[in-house]
């Protein structure tokens, strides 16, 4: 999506859609589990929409965008067992999403608290004032962008029709087998209509962030590192990288989540290397400390653990090639120890 300037016009056509989706409260009906697919009316994609309020505690709608969107949700709402299994973070700032909450005042940002003002708005009361946000992986949530405010306003509109339907048990879920997906059609006269589908209640297949195991490209520079590390040390080298828990600013004013990786000895705990890195695939860096590791010690280790399988993804091929036994392990402790060291001090 683009960084196109939001015009006060589009600002205002997304509060009033807000507002008018909020005097409906649709959550009072649609459990959060219970949410639909839509097609994008500017962009053709298909995103996922889900209405927030019936546990009685978040209210608002979040719409789920991007080649991920289907199946992050699938682990978001029946519990992660694919790739991010245990790894918390990572998940976290994988979503991809335009939402909008209603507050309490006082958890606003300064910058809802000004665009209110700015479009004239007053509110009073918790869970009274709208809080419109983007989510883009590995960064601090911002206001959205106007591709992402048309898409919202849209979402918000089809979840308020949702609700009309469901209040005449028209858009339930068949038998929890299969998921309300609604597409636009131009109805000749520059307008829009729309149209029902129905996919599977679960799409197949699993949430895949990094693809498949990552193939180093530099050949010659693995030829090199293991030409020097010809002797077997007897210990076992942890590995993982992942976001660090603090963001720093980015090129564009936006907050950015660097990538931690860190490599311990398994044996005595010492921390072998550490590095922050801006870029979110930072495969490529994390294979290279792998080398420089390597080529310092003069020898292989007996193995190497890896704490999360997008890690064990990245090393694997390059281990292969360099004779290096891998093994995925959750609970690396040495690694474990190191990540809290260092990150209680940032």
Same mark, same amino acid.
């Given at each position: ?48 929409? +889900? ?42 700032? =994988?979503?991809?999403? +335009? ?5 309490? @005042? ?10 209110? @003002? ?27 962008? @106007? ?12 979840? =308020? ?33 729309? =149209? ?49 828990? +603090? ?8 907050? $950015? ?13 010492? $921390? ?33 653990? +890896?704490?999360? @399988? ?31 060291? $260092?990150?209680?001090?940032?």
């Amino acid at each position: 999506m683009t960084m196109e300037t939001v015009s006060r016009a589009d600002w205002q056509q997304l509060f009033e859609t807000a507002l008018a989706f909020k005097e409906r409260a649709p959550w009072i009906d649609i459990p959060d589990a219970h949410y639909f697919a839509m097609t994008d009316p500017a962009g053709g994609e298909t995103v996922y929409c +889900v209405v927030l309020g019936n546990g009685g505690i978040d209210y608002g709608l979040n719409v789920y965008y991007g080649p991920n969107a289907a199946h992050y949700l699938q682990e978001l709402t029946g519990g992660t067992s694919g790739p991010l299994a245990g790894d918390d973070r990572e998940f976290d700032l =994988s979503t991809q999403a +335009v939402t909008v909450s209603f507050e309490d @005042r006082q958890q606003l940002e300064k910058e809802d608290y000004e665009l209110i @003002r700015s479009l004239g708005y007053k509110f009073r009361g918790a869970n009274e004032w709208p809080a419109f946000r983007s989510y883009v992986p590995g960064q601090h949530s911002w206001l959205p962008n @106007r591709e992402q405010v048309l898409l919202l306003a849209a979402g918000l509109e089809q979840a =308020s029709g949702v609700w009309e339907r469901h209040r005449a048990q028209e858009g339930a879920p068949k038998g929890q087998e299969q998921r309300l997906h609604l597409v636009p059609h131009p109805d000749g006269n520059g307008g829009i209509v729309w =149209s029902e589908e129905w996919q599977p209640w679960r799409l197949p297949g699993k949430l895949q962030l990094d693809g498949p195991p990552y193939e180093y490209p530099g050949e010659f520079r693995l030829k090199q590192a293991a030409a020097k590390a010809k002797a077997k040390l007897d210990e076992v080298w942890e590995a993982d990288y992942g976001y660090a828990p +603090v963001p720093v600013a980015g090129a564009d004013g936006r907050a $950015i989540y660097p990538r931690l990786l860190l490599w311990a000895n398994g044996d005595n705990g010492m $921390i072998l290397g550490v590095k922050l890195a801006e870029p979110a695939d930072c495969r490529a860096l994390f294979v290279e400390q792998l080398l420089d590791l390597l080529e310092a010690a003069g020898g292989k280790p007996a193995h190497i653990d +890896v704490a999360s @399988r997008k890690a064990y993804q990245a090393l694997k091929p390059s281990a292969d090639k360099l004779g290096i036994a891998i093994r995925l392990n959750l609970q690396a402790a040495a690694l474990l120890h190191a990540r809290e060291a $260092i990150e209680s001090g940032m």
